[in-house]
């Protein structure tokens, strides 16, 4: 929050947020707003921190989702719940889509079976949070809430057409050869869908956003650009260096690092 409030002001910018802001409602309003003072628009995807289910009164599951969703559009950040925007500045003009898609497990070895993944990544302490945190209520699983919103997103997708060019923002990577954690291998089952595996193309994505890995990074795939644009948690950055020393260019393509 600190390094937060020192951050300099980038009124020509827009701002992707690919999850993570807070866990409690209070915290997530506060973050939103002073993003919102320094931006001119911020666009939100949700992380799983964000919906983990904490003490207070914001309800669990889709219930909390939808009381963020209600706060960012409050203090004006645009969900993906709202009309996805086109990019108006200069050179070919582009849709940028945020979204929720979750996880179903399914980046995981072959011959793991789904039901005993967890005990898999339990043997090198590896499980994610999300187990005992993130309620998928009202669906009966996580991965059926992942597979809701991935064919609730692919329509929409479907609906702009593939001649428009996208960025997508996810908190998790598209693709399960993105997934880059050599410090915990076993928690790639909690970082994304196979479902997505093909979007970037099937789509015209220019540039693909995620922030789950905690590891920051670029990559490409089939001439599209996937950036990983994680902060961490307070030992993975620099205090010294201030918060926008870790923005990412997404957009002009030449600009990027």
Known sequence: MQALLEMPAFPDDWLIVAGDVAESLERFCEGLVLLSERFAKVIW???????WTVPGPAGRGLLKYEAMVAIARDVGVVTPEDPYL???GDGEPFVIVPTL????????????????????????????????????????SISDWCHQRCRETERRLIELGPDVPKIIANHYPLRRDLVY?????????????????????????RVA??????????DWRDGTRFEEVSFGYPQQWDPQRGMAAYLRPIWPASDAT
Request: aromatic letters at 12%; charged letters at 20%.
């Open 45 to 51: 995807a949700p992380g799983n921190h964000d919906l």
């Open 86 to 88: 086109v990019w108006p």
């Open 101 to 140: 898609l979750l996880y179903d497990y399914s980046f995981r070895p072959p011959e793991i079976p789904l039901a005993s993944v967890v005990a898999w990544a339990r043997e090198e302490r590896s499980v994610c949070g999300d187990e005992m945190l993130l309620d998928p209520a009202p669906f009966a």
């Open 181 to 205: 954690i050599p410090r915990v291998p076993r928690f790639s089952p909690w970082c994304g869908t196979v479902l997505t595996e093909d979007w970037h193309t099937r789509f015209n994505v």
């Open 209 to 218: 956003v995620s922030g789950h890995l905690h590891v920051r990074r670029t």
